[in-house]
């Protein structure tokens, strides 16, 4: 890996910010300097922790009607959402930094004495299906709010990773020409890296780093968890809370070479012309990082189990990913066999008669076409990759699920970065969900001041539900962990 990332990718501090005081009156020659070895770094800005350096990226086209139709199907026809692409004119290719946020009260300890005891690290890996997001822009946001939920007693940091086809072109194809499947999972395994030699500078224990994401970050941590299939020993961090983590089975070699054969145009203008509700860009086995899908290598014990795990989902997380053109059982078998190119036709039968069945009272957990598909994507892509981590770890984990309604995907990102001043639904629920967030960023258990006991997995099932009426311990059904156990069994299938 090293040798691939050496020439391309610079991975620098590009902040240092106090987010327990303000400093006023600072002159660039005020600001601290860091001795990062291979160069002076002095710090930007005080009070501000980021730096506008955004990856190139694309929004699908699909993106802006999907949300809407998913509005309208909860709240009704008259609603109408602005879903604008949020594509930023700042993206550049020089994009490969990352911001470290360190309270001044840790960075002066360590400044003033070099064996001061170190903070624990809080690592932010931003989300937006592969294609889109940086680290301090979409699907991010400031961490102050954390921070003065955490007392400040931690350092935070944020990294950019390379998306679309600039992180995750692959293919046979595409690697026997010199190419490097996987870059963006690279990317954020070097940022990893230089946290483990350079974070101490900044008051930083690299012992003890949580990584945090949501969506494609979450799967991205999952995927930074079963790295090379546990061969290489620990893993750079010791806690891991992945959000709604984003995961699909990799598609067929052939489709991967058709990709990159049609890959004639702009990087954008290729994602922008995705299927509905897909993505063309995202992580795939590649035999070295990916030696192969993450649910196989959990399911066999192939990562790093000494790993703790708080992970999350929201309640309607997929619906933005289902389909509302369909009306008959025949349609979603057809909508299946298009999710999941490759899959045969016995596990498309086994989705639609025995996982999600054509059965629309209720009792599966919908009432039409609709929101069947919507379940399929929730377990599929999101809530099953948790999941697999629970089992594998025998339930001694801690589960939430992220229920302000209308609790769709990303809905929760606002509350993990609220800072008590943004209107939402639920501030209180921001700030649990910040607590608990802090919590085992700090202990290694989400416990803490004014909210409710998170209880592990455990044996029972239980999942914490976060929600406008507060935090309050309910269980998965046995219909939901079925789902998931049938779904790592169709993954297995596709892989062999």
Known sequence: ????????????????????????????????????????????????????????????????????????????????????????????????????????????????????????????????????????????????????????????????????????????????????????????????????????????????????????GGGSIVFQTTAFGGSQGSVPFQQIIPQSPAILPSPPAQNQDDIFADFLSPNGDQVFAGRLGSFTFSPVVDGTFVPAEPAVLISEGKFDTKVKVMTGSNTNDGLFFGSFDITDDAGYREWVSVTLPGASADSIDYMATELYPPILNGSYGYTDHIARTSLTMQDLLFRCNGLALVRALNGTTHQYEFGVYPAMHADDVAYTFSDNGVSMPSPETAIALQRYMTSFTLSGNPHGQGIAEFPLYGQNKDVLLLNTTGQYVSRYDSFTTDRCIGRDRIIVSLAA
Not at 41 to 63: M, S, V, Y
Not at 139 to 158: I, K
Not at 189 to 207: K, S, T, V
């Open 1 to 216: 890996m090293r040798s691939f990332v050496a020439g391309t990718i610079t991975l620098v501090c590009t902040s240092l910010a106090s987010a327990s005081c303000i400093e006023t009156g600072n002159t660039s020659n005020s600001l601290p300097i860091v001795d990062l070895d291979y160069e002076l770094h002095q710090a930007l800005n005080f009070d501000k922790g980021e730096e506008a350096r955004i990856c190139p990226q694309a929004l699908p086209e699909w993106t802006p009607s999907l949300i809407e139709q998913a509005y309208q199907y909860l709240f009704g026809p008259n609603i109408s959402i602005s879903a604008s692409q949020l594509l930023d004119s700042r993206a550049s290719e020089d994009c490969l930094f990352l911001d470290v946020v360190a309270p001044k009260k840790i960075f002066d300890a360590v400044r003033s004495s070099e064996t001061a005891t170190r903070a624990p690290v809080f690592v932010w890996i931003y989300g937006g299906g592969y294609d889109v997001g940086s680290k301090a822009g979409l699907n991010s946001g400031s961490p102050a709010g954390l921070l003065r939920q955490g007392n400040h007693d931690f350092v935070y940091v944020a990294l950019n990773y390379r998306l679309g086809a600039f992180g995750f072109l692959s293919g046979p194809e595409f690697t026997s020409q010199g190419g490097v499947a996987n870059a963006g999972l690279l990317d954020q395994r070097l940022a990893l890296e230089w946290i483990q030699q350079n974070i101490h500078l900044f008051g930083g224990d690299p012992a003890r780093v949580t990584l945090a994401g949501e969506s494609a």
